[in-house]
C-alpha cells in the first residue's frame, strides 16, 4: 500500500531539516547536510523534526490551490457549483470513490523540494502516514538527545518531556485521522524499513482508539499547559485532553460500532468515556491561563484576524498562513469568494438545506415555530446566520463598487443570478464566515490572517452534551475532572455565547429529542468548518441526509419577492459502501492480508 511505502520512503527525510529558532518553531524549510546524529543529539534541531511534523497537519485554510478547502461540499452544507469537469461535483458527489485520489480521497503526500509543506492535492490520509514517520523515528531516537540550549522558561529535563508530548500527540491525531476515513487498521508503532515485515492485519476501530488513547494519555503527563508568547501555536495539556475526547466521542459512534460487528448505536461505554473525558479538557482549558471562549465581539476572530494569526479559542490547529490578499490568489479565498468578487470560476455556495438549520431567536426550529414566515425569511434567525452567510439583500461590501450592485440580488434573473449561471448553478448564497469584511475586489482589505481551528472550545462543549446525552440522557449530570454538566447545560453554553436563548424545553424530555438539537447546534456552531460530512458517516445518517440537496428558488415581480425552493436534482449519491472511505486498488495489491472495505 501507499501508506506503507510513504511510510518507508520518508525514512530519508528526516536528515533534511533546518535549524529553527525558538521563536520561529513552524517556520521551518528543508535544508540538506545534517545526519541522523547531528538532528538527534542537539535540541534545537531535534526540535526542528517535531517543528516539521507539525506541518504536516492538514491545514484547511493554507493553500489557494488546496482542493481539500470545501469537503463541505460532499455533505450538506454547500453545493459545488461549477458545471465543467471539477472532480468534486462530477466525481466525488457521484459516490465514485474507488481509486479516485483527490481531495479526502487517498494516501498521496506529493512531497516536493520546492516547496515540502504545502502542495496541491496533499491528502489528509497521505499527510498523516508522513507525520507519523516523523515522530516516530523522533521517539525512537529520544535517547540520543543531550544537547540543550539555555532556555528561561524550562529546564533541559523538561524540554526533552515536551518533546516526547508533542511527538505522541501528532502521532496519535494523525493515527486518528486514517481511522475515522478508512476504519481500523494496523498499529503505526515503529519506523519501518524496507526491509521488515508489516504485520498488515487490520484491527478492530476500538484497538486503534485504544491504542491512540495511551498516547494521548502519555503526551497529556509530558506537555506543559501553556507555552511563553513566541511557541504559540504548540500543542499543550489541553490539546492532548481535546483530542482524546473527540476521539473517543468518535469511538462510541454508530458508523464505528458497526465497524466492530455491533448494533447501528451508540457504544454506551465510549459515550460515557468521551462526556468524562471532554470535561477533563474544559478543566484543564480553564486551568490553563491562555485558552477562553471568544465573546461574541471577537467571535469571527476564530477565523479571520488583523492582529494574530492564533485564535486563543483554538484548543489545536495546524500552523497559520501569512496575511492575506482578498481574492483568489490568497490562502483559500478562491473557494469562498464568487468568481465577480476577485473569487474562482469553480466556487462552492451554502445549500438551502443548511440556511434552514438556523433556528429562529426564540430557540425553536423553523418548522416548530409559529411566528416564523417562509417568506420573510431572514428576520428573527440565529445571529450566526448573519455571520456565516450573504443572503438575498445583504450589503456584501464596505464601499460602494461602480459596476455591480452593493446588496445580493439572489432572485431569478438578479445580478448575482445571472453572473452565478454563466458558470454553473446558483444555490441563492454566498460563503461569508471565511471571509472577512473587504474580501473583495472592491474594497480591497488585505493584511488579514486566515486562521482554521482543528478543534475549538466550543466544540468540546458539544462533545460533551453529544456523549452525554447518550450515556445518560439530556438532564443527568456526569462529573470528572472537578467539573460537574449536564448534556441541556453543556449546549447551553455554546448558545448563550452568541446570544441565543437556551435549549427549548420542548427538546430537552428525552434523550432522542434532545439528540436532534445537538446535531443541529454542531451543524450551525461547527458550519464549514469541515465536521459535518465526518459527522454524517459516524452518525450513519448520510444516506437519508444527502438525498435531497436544495437551492433557494426565489422569485422577484416589481416589490414582490416571493421565497421558494428547489432541489438540485442529482447532487448526491451515497450508498452504504460511502460510510468507509475505499483502500486504492493499486496499493491493496500491495500488501498480503490486508482486507478492503465492504463493498469496494
Same mark, same amino acid.
Given at each position: 500500500?501507499?501508506?506503507?511505502?510513504?511510510?518507508?520512503?520518508?525514512?530519508?527525510?528526516?536528515?533534511?531539516?533546518?535549524?529553527?529558532?525558538?521563536?520561529?518553531?513552524?517556520?521551518?524549510?528543508?535544508?540538506?547536510?545534517?545526519?541522523?546524529?547531528?538532528?538527534?543529539?542537539?535540541?534545537?534541531?531535534?526540535?526542528? !523534526?517535531?517543528?516539521?511534523?507539525?506541518?504536516?497537519?492538514?491545514?484547511?485554510?493554507?493553500?489557494?490551490?488546496?482542493?481539500?478547502?470545501?469537503?463541505?461540499? +460532499?455533505?450538506? *452544507?454547500?453545493?459545488?457549483?461549477?458545471?465543467?469537469?471539477?472532480?468534486?461535483?462530477? !466525481?466525488?458527489?457521484?459516490? +465514485?470513490?474507488?481509486?479516485? $485520489?483527490?481531495?479526502?480521497?487517498?494516501?498521496?503526500?506529493?512531497?516536493?523540494?520546492?516547496?515540502?509543506?504545502?502542495?496541491?492535492?496533499?491528502?489528509?490520509?497521505?499527510?498523516?502516514?508522513?507525520?507519523?514517520?516523523?515522530?516516530?523515528?523522533? +521517539? *525512537?531516537?529520544?535517547?540520543? /538527545?543531550?544537547?540543550?540550549?539555555?532556555?528561561?522558561?524550562?529546564?533541559? *529535563?523538561?524540554?526533552?518531556?515536551?518533546?516526547?508530548?508533542?511527538?505522541?500527540?501528532?502521532?496519535?491525531?494523525?493515527?486518528?485521522?486514517?481511522?475515522?476515513? %478508512?476504519?481500523?487498521?494496523?498499529?503505526?508503532?515503529?519506523?519501518?524499513?524496507?526491509?521488515?515485515?508489516?504485520?498488515?492485519?487490520?484491527?478492530?476501530?476500538?484497538?486503534?482508539?485504544?491504542?491512540?488513547?495511551?498516547?494521548? @494519555?502519555?503526551?497529556?503527563?509530558? /506537555?506543559?499547559?501553556?507555552?511563553?508568547?513566541?511557541?504559540?501555536?504548540?500543542?499543550?495539556?489541553?490539546?492532548?485532553?481535546?483530542?482524546?475526547?473527540? #476521539? +473517543?466521542?468518535?469511538?462510541?459512534?454508530?458508523?464505528?460500532?458497526?465497524? $466492530?460487528?455491533?448494533?447501528?448505536?451508540?457504544?454506551?461505554?465510549? #459515550?460515557?468515556?468521551?462526556?468524562?473525558?471532554?470535561?477533563?479538557?474544559?478543566?484543564?482549558?480553564?486551568?490553563?491561563?491562555?485558552?477562553?471562549? /471568544?465573546?461574541?465581539?471577537?467571535?469571527?476572530?476564530?477565523?479571520?484576524?488583523?492582529?494574530?494569526?492564533?485564535?486563543?479559542?483554538?484548543?489545536?490547529?495546524?500552523?497559520?498562513?501569512?496575511?492575506?490578499?482578498?481574492?483568489?490568489?490568497?490562502?483559500?479565498?478562491?473557494?469562498?469568494?464568487?468568481?465577480?468578487?476577485?473569487?474562482?470560476?469553480?466556487?462552492?455556495?451554502?445549500?438551502?438545506?443548511?440556511?434552514?438549520?438556523?433556528?429562529?431567536?426564540?430557540?425553536?426550529?423553523?418548522? $416548530?415555530?409559529?411566528? %416564523?414566515?417562509?417568506?420573510?425569511?431572514?428576520?428573527?434567525?440565529?445571529?450566526?446566520?448573519?455571520?456565516? !452567510?450573504?443572503?438575498?439583500? @445583504?450589503?456584501?461590501?464596505?464601499?460602494?463598487?461602480?459596476?455591480?450592485?452593493?446588496? /445580493?440580488?439572489?432572485?431569478?434573473?438578479?445580478?448575482?443570478?445571472?453572473?452565478?449561471?454563466?458558470?454553473?448553478?446558483?444555490?441563492?448564497?454566498?460563503?461569508?464566515?471565511?471571509?472577512?469584511?473587504?474580501?473583495?475586489?472592491?474594497?480591497?482589505?488585505?493584511?488579514?490572517?486566515?486562521?482554521?481551528?482543528?478543534?475549538?472550545? #466550543?466544540?468540546?462543549?458539544?462533545?460533551?452534551?453529544?456523549?452525554?446525552?447518550?450515556?445518560?440522557?439530556?438532564?443527568?449530570? =456526569?462529573?470528572?475532572?472537578?467539573?460537574?454538566?449536564?448534556?441541556?447545560? #453543556?449546549?447551553?453554553?455554546?448558545?448563550?455565547?452568541?446570544?441565543?436563548?437556551?435549549?427549548?424545553?420542548?427538546?430537552?424530555?428525552?434523550?432522542?429529542?434532545?439528540?436532534?438539537?445537538?446535531?443541529?447546534?454542531?451543524?450551525?456552531?461547527?458550519?464549514?468548518?469541515?465536521?459535518?460530512?465526518?459527522?454524517?458517516?459516524?452518525?450513519?445518517?448520510?444516506?437519508?441526509?444527502?438525498?435531497?440537496?436544495?437551492?433557494?428558488?426565489?422569485?422577484?415581480?416589481?416589490?414582490?419577492? =416571493?421565497?421558494?425552493?428547489?432541489?438540485?436534482?442529482?447532487?448526491? !449519491?451515497?450508498?452504504?459502501?460511502?460510510?468507509?472511505?475505499?483502500?486504492?486498488?493499486?496499493?491493496?495489491?500491495?500488501?498480503?492480508?490486508?482486507?478492503?472495505?465492504?463493498?469496494?
Amino acid at each position: 500500500m501507499k501508506l506503507k511505502i510513504i511510510y518507508i520512503y520518508l525514512a530519508i527525510m528526516v536528515g533534511i531539516f533546518s535549524i529553527p529558532a525558538c521563536e520561529d518553531y513552524l517556520d521551518v524549510s528543508p535544508d540538506l547536510g545534517l545526519d541522523d546524529e547531528e538532528v538527534y543529539s542537539n535540541y534545537e534541531t531535534f526540535q526542528g !523534526v517535531i517543528a516539521h511534523a507539525y506541518w504536516t497537519l492538514h491545514n484547511y485554510a493554507y493553500d489557494p490551490h488546496d482542493w481539500d478547502s470545501e469537503i463541505g461540499t +460532499l455533505s450538506d *452544507e454547500a453545493q459545488h457549483l461549477s458545471t465543467n469537469s471539477k472532480p468534486i461535483a462530477n !466525481v466525488a458527489n457521484q459516490g +465514485l470513490w474507488q481509486d479516485f $485520489d483527490w481531495i479526502e480521497f487517498g494516501f498521496d503526500y506529493n512531497w516536493s523540494e520546492g516547496d515540502p509543506e504545502r502542495k496541491l492535492r496533499k491528502q489528509p490520509a497521505g499527510e498523516a502516514v508522513v507525520g507519523i514517520r516523523m515522530v516516530n523515528l523522533a +521517539l *525512537e531516537n529520544l535517547d540520543k /538527545l543531550e544537547n540543550f540550549p539555555d532556555l528561561a522558561n524550562f529546564t533541559p *529535563e523538561e524540554m526533552k518531556r515536551h518533546l516526547e508530548g508533542e511527538a505522541r500527540l501528532i502521532r496519535a491525531w494523525h493515527y486518528f485521522q486514517i481511522i475515522q476515513r %478508512y476504519g481500523g487498521i494496523f498499529f503505526m508503532n515503529r519506523s519501518f524499513e524496507s526491509t521488515d515485515l508489516v504485520d498488515s492485519t487490520r484491527r478492530s476501530y476500538q484497538e486503534c482508539t485504544d491504542w491512540l488513547i495511551s498516547d494521548l @494519555d502519555k503526551a497529556a503527563e509530558l /506537555l506543559p499547559k501553556n507555552w511563553p508568547v513566541n511557541f504559540e501555536g504548540r500543542a499543550t495539556v489541553t490539546t492532548a485532553k481535546a483530542i482524546k475526547s473527540m #476521539a +473517543l466521542l468518535y469511538a462510541a459512534s454508530p458508523n464505528m460500532n458497526m465497524f $466492530d460487528g455491533g448494533a447501528n448505536a451508540y457504544n454506551l461505554t465510549r #459515550a460515557q468515556e468521551a462526556a468524562e473525558a471532554a470535561l477533563e479538557t474544559l478543566a484543564a482549558a480553564e486551568n490553563s491561563a491562555y485558552y477562553r471562549m /471568544l465573546p461574541l465581539a471577537e467571535y469571527k476572530q476564530n477565523w479571520c484576524s488583523a492582529t494574530s494569526g492564533i485564535s486563543y479559542e483554538a484548543l489545536w490547529g495546524p500552523p497559520q498562513s501569512n496575511a492575506n490578499a482578498p481574492t483568489a490568489t490568497s490562502a483559500g479565498n478562491g473557494w469562498y469568494n464568487p468568481h465577480w468578487d476577485g473569487g474562482w470560476a469553480v466556487w462552492s455556495g451554502p445549500t438551502q438545506n443548511a440556511v434552514d438549520k438556523f433556528e429562529t431567536v426564540n430557540g425553536l426550529a423553523i418548522e $416548530d415555530d409559529p411566528v %416564523y414566515n417562509p417568506q420573510d425569511p431572514f428576520i428573527n434567525r440565529d445571529p450566526r446566520l448573519d455571520m456565516f !452567510v450573504y443572503k438575498n439583500g @445583504d450589503n456584501m461590501y464596505i464601499s460602494s463598487p461602480s459596476n455591480k450592485p452593493a446588496t /445580493l440580488e439572489a432572485w431569478n434573473g438578479g445580478y448575482h443570478d445571472l453572473q452565478a449561471k454563466t458558470v454553473g448553478l446558483w444555490t441563492g448564497y454566498l460563503h461569508r464566515k471565511h471571509r472577512w469584511d473587504g474580501a473583495n475586489n472592491v474594497d480591497n482589505v488585505a493584511g488579514v490572517k486566515r486562521i482554521f481551528p482543528l478543534i475549538r472550545y #466550543a466544540q468540546v462543549y458539544l462533545d460533551f452534551a453529544e456523549a452525554a446525552n447518550e450515556a445518560v440522557g439530556p438532564t443527568t449530570a =456526569i462529573s470528572a475532572g472537578g467539573k460537574t454538566m449536564t448534556a441541556v447545560q #453543556a449546549l447551553n453554553v455554546v448558545r448563550s455565547r452568541v446570544g441565543m436563548p437556551d435549549v427549548d424545553p420542548m427538546y430537552t424530555g428525552s434523550k432522542e429529542a434532545l439528540r436532534e438539537r445537538i446535531r443541529n447546534e454542531r451543524f450551525v456552531e461547527l458550519y464549514q468548518e469541515m465536521h459535518r460530512w465526518h459527522d454524517l458517516r459516524r452518525w450513519r445518517i448520510a444516506d437519508e441526509v444527502l438525498k435531497e440537496i436544495y437551492r433557494a428558488d426565489i422569485l422577484k415581480s416589481g416589490s414582490t419577492i =416571493i421565497y421558494n425552493k428547489e432541489e438540485i436534482e442529482g447532487a448526491r !449519491v451515497f450508498e452504504e459502501r460511502h460510510y468507509w472511505y475505499p483502500f486504492p486498488n493499486s496499493e491493496m495489491r500491495q500488501v498480503e492480508n490486508f482486507t478492503q472495505n465492504p463493498g469496494w
